[in-house]
Nanobody, 123 residues
Framework: QVQLVESGGGLVQAGGSLRLSCAASGRTFSRYAMGWFRQAPGKEREFVAGISWSVGGTSYTDSVKGRFTCSRDNAKNTVSLQMNSLKPEDTAVYYC????????????????WGQGTQVTVSS
């Protein structure tokens, strides 16, 4: 079992930055690929970024490449999402996720979800 708790959401102006964090409990955290999804009002939940459990390889959806950075600290059981150059279209509830692999995560196969944190980007 893995429990995920996000923090760090909020309101920011376009062009600004936010850092989301996800604290995980459970002894097997390091065995999971970790990542982030988001869901905007009226839209489906979508994959944003993922990081593998071993070598830390990352994957991003095209719309955030070059702006968002996903990282993890297996010693502290945390995964983070640094979001720079934020745009109004980044406004959504962001969810931390754990999957077997990043490939599975991109396909929407997720073993554990966090409760979500709101990110609002004003224009």
């Amino acid at each position: 079992q893995v429990q995920l708790v996000e923090s760090g959401g909020g309101l920011v102006q376009a062009g600004g930055s936010l850092r989301l964090s996800c604290a995980a409990s459970g002894r097997t955290f390091s065995r999971y690929a970790m990542g982030w999804f988001r869901q905007a009002p009226g839209k489906e939940r979508e994959f944003v970024a993922g990081i593998s459990w071993s070598v830390g390889g990352t994957s991003y959806t095209d719309s955030v490449k070059g702006r968002f950075t996903c990282s993890r600290d297996n010693a502290k059981n945390t995964v983070s999402l640094q979001m720079n150059s934020l745009k109004p279209e980044d406004t959504a509830v962001y969810y931390c996720a754990a999957s077997g692999t990043v490939v599975q995560m991109r396909r929407g196969i997720v073993d554990y979800w966090g409760q979500g944190t709101q990110v609002t980007v004003s224009s």
